[in-house]
């Protein structure tokens, strides 16, 4: 699996843009990494570890008979909610437009209008230099 497939979730998160994945201590790989340290709550994810994903070799939930299941259901109303974001969009555009296009939208999307750095959804700041932007 190729970087840019590793740094979006199962779930359509973007982890390129979450606060674990940015910090600079501790630094999350992304949910899909493997034998790095991650967070428990990324290591024990019950949407990455879905038996119905794991067994019929999913990338994303989307393809799934039980999608949205009440997990990406949850989670994707408390991103809207928090976040401004929805994972079930985000999943969406990968099913329909594909990974390279749904990381250039994101790409773009999350990019920081005073000096280019990305932005982090959970805070809606710059992890480059720190300025505050709205929630997309």
């Avoid at 979730?9 to 999350?28: D, E, T, V």
């Avoid at 019950?46 to 259901?73: D, V």
Wanted: overall charge positive; proline content about 4%; glycine content about 4%.
């Amino acid at each position: 699996m190729n970087e840019k497939v590793n740094l979006i979730a199962p779930c359509g998160m973007n982890c390129s843009i979450c606060m674990a994945y940015l910090r600079k201590k501790n630094k999350c790989n992304g949910c899909r990494a493997v034998n790095t340290w991650n967070p428990k709550t990324r290591v024990e994810c019950k949407i990455k570890n879905c038996q119905t994903l794991t067994s019929e070799g999913f990338e994303y939930c989307y393809p799934c008979s039980r999608y949205p299941c009440i997990l990406i259901s949850k989670m994707d109303k408390r991103y809207r909610t928090r976040y401004k974001m929805s994972l079930m969009e985000n999943l969406n555009v990968l099913e329909r437009d594909g990974v390279e296009a749904f990381r250039s939208a994101e790409n773009e999307k999350w990019k920081c209008k005073y000096c280019g750095g990305v932005i982090n959804v959970h805070k809606a700041v710059c992890s480059h230099c720190e300025k505050a932007h709205e929630p997309q």
